[in-house]
Each structure stands twice: as C-alpha cells, then as structure tokens.
C-alpha cells in the first residue's frame, strides 16, 4: 500500500466515479429508515461513516438527532458532504489511517466500501479502534456466493477498474474475527427493491433487474449479492 496508490484511487473518485455527484436528498430512503430502525440510532449517538460517498446516509441518520462524521478518500465527495451536512464532522482521507481519537463512537458504517479498499484488515482495525467497546460496526460487503457472480455473468462494478475484492462470506467472517470484531447479526441487503434502482438506463436491462430484485427476497443469505454484518468488538 503506497501514497501513489491511493492518489491513483482518488483520481478515480473525482473524476470518474463522483463527476457528476449528487448531493443527498432531502427524505430519506425506505432502506436507510430501515437500517436506522434496525441500528436503533438514536439521538445524541455518534456515528461514523467510512467512505461516506455524498452522504445519503448521514443525512437520513442526521434527521434521527444522531452526531454526524464520515471520511471518504475523494475530495469532491467531501465537498458535497460539507455543503450538505454543515453540521457534520468531515475528512478528507483513506479508511486505513481515521483521524479520529479511540473509542469515539457509538455506531461506525462501513456500506458497500470495504471491498475497494487497498489493506482492508487494516481498515477493519481502524474502525475497531475508533469505536466505543459497546458500539455496533456495520459492513456491508459483496458475496462471492452471489449466482450470477459465480457463473461468470456478473464482473463486478465500475469500481473494479481501480480496486474490487469479492469474497465468500466465510472469508469475510474471518477477516472481520482476525481485525477483532464478532458477527452478531447478518442480513440480505434488499435495496435492489427500489423503482429508481430497476428503471433507469440502460433500460433494455430493467427485466433482468427485477426478475433479480424479486429473487432476492427468496434467495438464502449465501446466495445475496450483498450482506450486512453487525458486529461488536470481541
């Protein structure tokens, strides 16, 4: 893992990835006032996101009274983050070194960002660290289990040009044992349920999108594209 590396990483994020970023939205999404109620965020709790992207999420845990951070490593989607969410706390930085004190939080997110990261472990250790001993750490990660994945029809996202690990859920329980944390809770990610995520272009792929959508609610949690896990420190 090298500065260069992550310059590299960042350029992507600003020019390619977050070109034409959008600010997060005034009303929360069904899926983000789902996850909050299954957090049970409440206010005054502190919560951190890594790798916060234009910060959807800390603006739907805002509007629930909870004290907002997040870093994230591209410049522009800090930016968004701050004219949006002046309130919040926010970084500019790599998830491997977090800027923030030791047990500092009570809920640390990590959603749909792990698998990009260049030293994940180290990653996962930084977010033990920053937070309280009865905090909960959410991470949500890919499935190498996910069927169309496995068969060779599913690549990956746009983010594998720069950096993308797929993993079994098995791999990932041991990652997240070995940084120290314990898996207290898995579940499927369904957020795929969504008409802004099934209708929007390319549009000639809108039926494969909800045959997959609506298999998703039926599939067993090894066969989901993504899974959450909640974990406390061990």
Sequence with gaps: MSQDEHRQIAKFYDE???HEIESAGSHPSCHALQLIKRLQVAPGDRLLDVACGAGSWLAAVAQHGADIS???ISERAIDACQRRLPEGVFFLGIAE???FDSHSFDIVTCLGSLE???DQPAALREMARVAK???KLVILVPNAGFPTYRFGIYRGTQQQTVRETIRSLDEWQKMLEEAGLEIIDRWKDLHVLSR???VR???YMVPLRLVQALALTIWPLSWQYQVYHLCRIR
């Design 196 to 198: 802004s995520w099934i």
């Design 16 to 18: 390619i990835y977050y």
């Design 201 to 203: 272009p390319p549009f």
């Design 70 to 72: 997040g870093i994230d």
């Design 133 to 135: 001993p009865n905090a």
């Design 116 to 118: 990009h990261f260049l």
């Design 97 to 99: 070194q977090l800027p």
